[in-house]
């Protein structure tokens, strides 16, 4: 893929030329012993790789199935824990923003503002995260054809701020079902912005169980694996210790004794290919 490196935070790129750049934690905050387990385990999972690694986990879910759905400790709260993970692992930290006037407060304690795939085409939240200055993560909407992603990425970048990265995640196949179409890796490189690949919800189920999503977690690595042969520059991964118990996106989420295996190969992958 020829396109640009960008600087996600000091000593970390993201692009051609560079290392698989690793986004990795869980869905979202559920209580900050698991969060740290994962963290601590993932720096020494990507550690071993050589492969840089950036700390994951949403502070508030605002788009789950139901209203009864677990969300996350919410914004203060949520912020407060990623802050002492940031503090305590040395490790970058990636969260969602849903609203344009978190962006900013968001902006304060993490590295990276993330914007949630559903809600890739809302100006003003764009806007808002392109001002505070840091890397803008665009996840393309299960409902947008890859070039669509060229206003999304036009919007961030109208603030001046050129650290933009887009995001595969699936595409809405009928119902209760996703499918990824490798070619969009290759078409939204075209657009002038590293690419990532989010291997977990790319197997997600959405409404699969009918008051929450359900998932395929066993797809998880051949996609990775697919993904790294086109070509990405970096890989999303929702991971937990145990999927069966997570708050959120368990169905999709792979195991953290699964972790290193996946990355390993994947890693390989990804240098073969250059």
Not at 54 to 82: I, M, P, Q, Y
Not at 102 to 109: E, I, M, S, T, Y
Request: proline share 5%; net charge neutral.
């Amino acid at each position: 893929m020829n396109t640009g490196c960008i600087e996600l935070v000091s000593g970390v790129r993201i692009g051609p030329g560079s290392s698989l750049v690793v986004i990795a934690g869980p869905c979202v905050i559920e209580a900050e012993d698991v969060c740290f387990r994962i963290a601590g385990h993932m720096q020494e999972v990507c550690g071993r790789l050589g492969l840089p690694y950036v700390f994951k986990a949403s502070f508030d879910k605002a788009n789950r199935t139901s209203v009864k759905s677990f969300r996350g400790l919410g914004l203060h709260d949520g912020l407060a824990v990623l802050g002492r993970i940031r503090e305590r692992f040395k490790v970058p930290v990636l969260t969602d923003v849903h609203e344009s006037d978190q962006a900013a407060l968001v902006a304060g304690v993490v590295d990276v503002l993330q914007i949630p795939a559903f809600l890739c085409r809302q100006t003003d939240l764009l806007v808002a995260a392109g001002q505070t200055g840091k890397p803008v993560n665009i996840k393309k909407g299960q409902f947008l054809a890859p070039g669509d992603m060229a206003t999304a990425v036009e919007k961030v970048r109208s603030t001046g701020n050129t650290r933009v990265l887009v995001t595969e995640r699936g595409t809405t196949f009928g119902y209760h079902n996703l499918v990824v179409d490798m070619r969009s890796l290759v078409q939204m490189a075209a657009l002038g912005v590293p690419v990532v690949f989010d291997a977990t919800h790319a197997v997600q189920l959405p409404g699969g169980q009918g008051h929450a999503s359900d998932g395929q977690r066993e797809f998880v690595f051949p996609l990775a694996r697919a993904a790294a042969a086109v070509g990405i520059h970096g890989l999303f991964l929702e991971v937990h210790p145990n999927p069966a118990e997570a708050c959120s996106d368990g169905p999709n989420s792979l195991p953290l004794q699964d972790v290193e295996s996946v990355l390993a190969k994947v890693k390989a992958i990804h240098e073969l290919v250059g």
